[in-house]
């Protein structure tokens, strides 16, 4: 079945770091892959999303670029900021369009 | 902001007692979703639904039962909670469709004692 892995955390930087967090699919067909956020006592928040192979998502200086040839999906951002500090999650959803599946989540913390 | 509440908030129960959560929609999107998460777990799909009366099992849903009788209302019932059952709780929902992304609610923390 499908399966997400993401890079364990916590990831804690200094602020304007450069940040990167790790994303691996499996899955069949062609999913669509997601970023959500989800900040302390929160829901989750839709990031970025990309729909086809090579389509880059971008949010908030956040990038992820669907790599079909390598199932990744990176997460990265060029200066983060203390305001970034929260839980990141890497989704995949099924061709049908109804189906989410998260990977484990990966705690960012960033430090002033 | 997507028109999503989940209610209660938190609660805490007896081990044995039966429990349901309620998401409440206004956005009328076919689909709603209840996932718990858990350390090191990510979220994991309890049940989703497709439609009024319509509904199906996700990856963990032993022990979970639910009901959606309106579009804007899914319900999930613990029968008889479990200390396991301690966790927190998502309603999402979602146009479906082609691939479309999912909306989340506040959560609701329910530890059984």
């Known amino acids: 079945g499908d399966s997400v892995t993401q890079m364990e955390g916590p990831v804690t930087l200094s602020e304007e770091a450069f940040l990167t967090i790790n994303c691996t699919y499996t899955a069949t067909g062609y999913p669509s892959l997601f970023w959500y956020v989800q900040y302390p006592g929160e829901g989750l928040q839709l990031l970025l999303k990309?729909?086809?192979?090579?389509d880059k998502g971008s949010n908030k200086g956040f990038e992820a670029t669907y790599r079909k040839e390598t199932t990744s999906f990176h997460l990265e951002k060029g200066s983060v900021q203390v305001s970034d500090s929260a839980v990141y999650f890497c989704?995949?959803?099924?061709?049908?369009?109804?189906?989410?599946?998260f990977g484990g989540g990966t705690r960012l913390m960033v430090k002033p | 902001d997507a028109g999503i509440t989940q209610s209660p908030r938190h609660k805490v129960t007896e081990t044995g007692t039966p429990v349901t959560l309620r998401c409440h929609q206004t956005e009328n999107h076919r689909y709603m979703y209840w996932y718990r998460q858990d350390p090191g777990h990510g979220l994991r799909l309890i049940h989703y639904s497709y439609g009024v009366k319509d509904t199906d099992k996700g990856e963990v849903s032993d022990g979970y039962s639910v009901s959606r009788s309106k579009t804007e209302d899914f319900l999930l019932t613990l029968e008889s909670a479990t200390s396991s059952q301690t966790s927190v709780y998502f309603c999402?929902?979602?146009?479906?469709?082609?691939?479309?992304?999912?909306?989340f609610g506040q959560g609701t923390r329910l530890t059984v004692v």
């Open positions: 999402a929902i979602s146009a479906g469709g082609t691939i479309t992304e999912a909306f």
């Open positions: 989704a995949l959803g099924n061709n049908a369009g109804n189906m989410l599946t």
């Open positions: 990309a729909t086809k192979a090579d």
